[in-house]
């Protein structure tokens, strides 16, 4: 593998017109593409399998003219004076009439015709049910919202307004910001801009490559609003972390006294090797989630694991085009080696002798902090974001907690009971059956009279819940009407399935058990594999393996705390109350993925000079010393990258990025860069076995570069580190 990346490192350099006219070839096809091709994306998903899933699909089924997934809005309209809205009905009914004139408007539902008041009359709420989904919408339909809103405040009403019809579209913005940061990362660890330019350049180029496509996709399948939101997070940091990797070896091998063109190819046998491979644990954990079943996260998997692929093409090809043009000047002239000796050990160097000296009590401190971070986990709640999460002082959380406040929480989340009597001797008796038994279970606000479609075979019947649609009564209630309701609808001959928002997240977390199952195993399998073919090693493989687990668990602690405990509440990340759930699965790909990127990068360079015969423990702390510096540049841009998305108002996005950015900084700092060198130091030459019988079994994958030194020879002058293998901290003399 080491010799054919080296030849295609040196083809990249030598070669660097056409590959970079191929590159830009590419860019401008899938920018064309994504302009002429693209189509709507979709906001909703389906749980296959699932009694949620079946109201939904029989109500589509038997209600064909009714939209499933049209757009929906609510409109408070509230008396300033805490007098009765009934005073105010002709300039409400009047308004409601404009907006039903909307030419996207299917149906407006008006408070006083359908008895939506509070009990004090001082509020009433009407509804309004559109023909097309939420990215259809036409501007005109969402200023007409607005403009019903302004028209209610100058008739002297406080007007508030909610529905998915007002959901903010996510752009990229704010989210970008992240990238500043990194740049200044770049600048100061590779010590120039034109040097800086590079991996922010071929990271960028990356993703506008994978989203174009990703765009493009919509037109000939149908693809969710947030499916490229992960390929964009992830595209970009691992873009650019991959880039800096090789770049980093480049202007090593190059300052020792290569030729460019051969700096270049033993950059990419080398650190491109790591980089393959990292990027092939990351496709491996992304593309695994296409096995939970759920549509929405095997779009997310695939097209990030798509943006990864990109991602690592360009590493490997348009980055030495790009070094051949900026020749010399890559290097950093004030960090030239020294050609009297060894340098003076950094940080890194200080902080590997350090761990490797002391490794038992560093693990003990190490996983002692790291538990202490997780314990937060145990109070962990999953729920779906609603307006509820929004900030207080948006329009949407307004209506939220007014609707809250003078009808009840539970009209924020409604349920769906569809009665199925097409087998029913007596489908109106059916039907009223299971609503007389629906009104009489504890915790049912209201149970609204049956709506039968054309046929009069099929009922809907909405039922209000005393709580809130995340709240622990509405979870009880749902299984109640599941387990005590049903048998009435069975004894008619009717069938019964129960849907909305909470029934809806109950079927998702099982779903998400029921898929862990199998989806750990496969991808924890999969990567274990192949990191023992990269590392011929047993121990390794297995310490990244559990490293992966504290992060994790101190991801998730952190979560709670934050979203759920409101720790960051004082400088502008609000809770929420509830972890979303689609988070879970999602970070557990994503984040074993990156957790084995770092371990990949580290641990070659370590295994790098333990094959070339340095002592394991000095084979650790010389490792380490190349690498930590660019490890810990890669893990601050990409938490930078992350980071940058708490900046956007979308809370399930706001939440991927705090998780990813929790991980990446947990994985890389405490796990990667402090216990993995202890462990490695405890173990010694064992940290390095493998059985006879399995190193035949497994191919040889020589990520060390051991066959390049027959084809590029040593390099022509001394190593910048001066003689490889030297320890420039005195070693124990058990470690000698």
């Known amino acids: 593998m080491s010799t054919l990346l080296y030849r295609l490192g040196r083809f990249g350099h030598r070669r660097r017109r056409l590959v970079a006219l191929l590159w830009l070839a590419v860019a401008l096809a899938a920018g064309t593409a994504a302009a002429t091709l693209s189509g709507p994306a979709v906001t909703s998903f389906s749980l296959p399998g699932t009694e949620s899933q079946e109201a939904l699909d029989l109500l589509d089924e038997r209600f064909p003219g009714t939209p499933m997934d049209g757009a929906s809005a609510r409109i408070v309209f509230a008396s300033r004076d805490g007098a009765p809205v009934d005073g105010d009905r002709r300039a409400i009914e009047g308004i409601l009439r404009d907006l039903a004139t909307g030419a996207q408007v299917q149906e407006v539902i008006g408070p006083f015709e359908a008895g939506l008041l509070s009990p004090d009359r001082t509020m009433a709420l009407a509804e309004v049910s559109y023909e097309v989904g939420f990215p259809e919408m036409a501007e005109e339909s969402k200023e007409a919202l607005h403009e019903a809103a302004r028209a209610g405040e100058r008739a002297g009403l406080t007007v508030e307004l909610g529905g998915d019809a007002l959901e903010p579209e996510w752009a990229v913005g704010g989210e970008l910001a992240g990238l500043v940061v990194a740049a200044v990362v770049l600048v100061l660890t590779l010590g120039s801009l034109l040097a800086a330019g590079m991996p922010l350049l071929t990271g960028i ?32 940091a691992v873009g650019i972390d991959y880039a800096l990797f090789i770049m980093s070896r480049y202007r090593e ?173 007596d489908p109106r008796g059916a039907a009223d059956a299971v609503r007389r038994a629906l009104a009489a279970t504890p915790g049912v606000v209201d149970a609204a009279p049956a709506q039968f479609n054309e046929a009069g075979d099929t009922a809907v019947l909405g039922v209000i819940p005393a709580g809130g649609p995340d709240s622990a009564r509405t979870t009880e209630l749902v299984e109640t009407i599941r387990a005590d309701v049903r048998p009435v609808a069975d004894r008619a001959g009717a069938g019964m399935a129960v849907s909305g928002g909470t029934a809806v997240l109950i079927d998702f977390n099982d779903r998400m058990r029921d898929a862990l199952v199998l989806y750990l195993p496969i991808v924890i399998g999969l990567s274990f594999l192949l990191l023992m073919a990269v590392f011929r090693s047993v121990i390794v493989p297995l310490k990244a393996t559990l490293g992966f687990l504290l992060s994790l668990g101190a991801t998730f602690g952190t979560l709670v705390a934050i979203f759920q405990w409101g720790w960051l509440e004082p400088i502008g990340v609000p809770p929420t109350g509830t972890v979303i759930s689609t988070l879970p699965i999602l970070i557990i790909g994503v984040v074993f993925g990156l957790a084995m990127d770092y371990e990949v990068f580290l641990v070659t360079r370590m295994r790098e000079e333990y094959v070339h015969g340095t002592p394991a423990v000095r084979a650790v702390r010389a490792g380490f010393r190349h690498g930590a510096r660019v490890v810990a540049a890669a893990a601050v841009i990409m938490v930078s990258v992350f980071g940058g998305f708490v900046l956007g108002d979308s809370s399930d996005i706001i939440q991927m990025g705090v998780a990813l950015a929790t991980a990446v900084a947990v994985d890389a700092f405490v796990v990667r860069m402090t216990l993995v060198p202890a462990v490695l130091a405890l173990f010694g030459d064992r940290a390095w076995w493998l059985p006879g019988w399995l190193g035949r079994l497994l191919p040889d994958l020589d990520v060390e570069g051991r066959r390049l030194e027959r084809i590029a020879g040593p390099p022509a002058g001394p190593p910048p580190d001066g003689e490889r293998g030297a320890d420039p901290v005195p070693a124990p003399a058990g470690d000698r």
């Open 205 to 236: 180029t990356g993703v506008i490559v994978g989203v174009a496509g990703i765009t493009a996709a919509t037109g000939f399948i149908d693809l969710g609003a947030t499916t490229p939101i992960l390929a964009l997070m992830l595209g970009l």
């Open 253 to 425: 091998e190059l300052a020792a006294g290569r030729a460019p063109d051969d700096a270049a190819g033993v950059a990419v046998g080398t650190a491109g090797s790591s980089v393959l491979f990292a990027g092939l644990t990351v496709v491996i954990a992304l593309a695994g989630l296409s096995v939970v079943g759920i549509g929405l996260l095997a779009e997310m998997g695939l097209a990030a694991a798509a943006t990864v692929v990109i991602a690592v093409l360009v590493a490997l090809t348009l980055l030495p085009a790009l070094l051949g043009f900026a020749g010399p000047r890559v290097l950093d002239r004030r960090r030239a080696p020294r050609a009297d000796g060894p340098s003076r050990p950094g940080l890194g160097g200080r902080w590997a002798a350090l761990v490797t000296r002391r490794p038992r009590a560093t693990l003990a401190l190490a996983v002692l902090a790291l538990g202490v971070v997780t314990s937060p986990v145990a109070a962990l709640r999953l729920g779906f974001p609603d307006h509820g999460t929004y900030p207080e002082e948006t329009t949407q959380r307004q209506a939220y907690d007014a609707i809250a406040e003078g009808f009840g929480p539970g009209h924020n989340g409604p349920l769906l009971v569809v009665v199925d009597a097409a087998g029913s001797p």
